[in-house]
Nanobody, 125 residues
């Protein structure tokens, strides 16, 4: 099993910025797509961003496009998600995930086999 640990969550005011980090066990990111999802009570886990191993292509949900940046350091087995201009609707538990999806499925939770425990992001209005 690949172990993933998220960090960097917290309470931020509207308009602020936050950087979330994801650390994997050694070798955990090699050959994997890294993705971030978020979830609020009573709702399904929603796609936020993903970074493919091949060519380093990135993908973003419309809700964060233009405000979020996903990055990865394969040598250090770490990934991050930077979100600027935070909105109250960004409030959620954010999860890091890794898998080997094809492009057409990388926005779905079922495409990822390994998940972190999540980190809470709260944006005050």
């Amino acid at each position: 099993q690949v172990q993933l640990v998220e960090s960097g969550g917290g309470l931020v005011q509207t308009g602020g910025s936050l950087r979330l980090s994801c650390a994997a066990s050694e070798g955990g990111f090699s050959g994997y797509t890294v993705a971030w999802f978020r979830q609020t009570p009573g709702n399904e886990r929603q796609f936020v961003a993903a970074s493919r191993w091949t060519a380093g292509n990135t993908y973003y949900a419309d809700s964060v496009k233009g405000r979020a940046t996903i990055s990865r350091d394969n040598a250090k087995n770490t990934a991050s998600l930077q979100i600027n201009s935070l909105k109250p609707e960004d409030t959620a538990v954010y999860y890091c995930a890794v898998g080997r999806p094809i492009v057409s499925t990388l926005r779905t939770t079922s495409a990822y086999g390994y998940w972190g425990q999540g980190t809470q992001v709260s944006v005050s209005s």
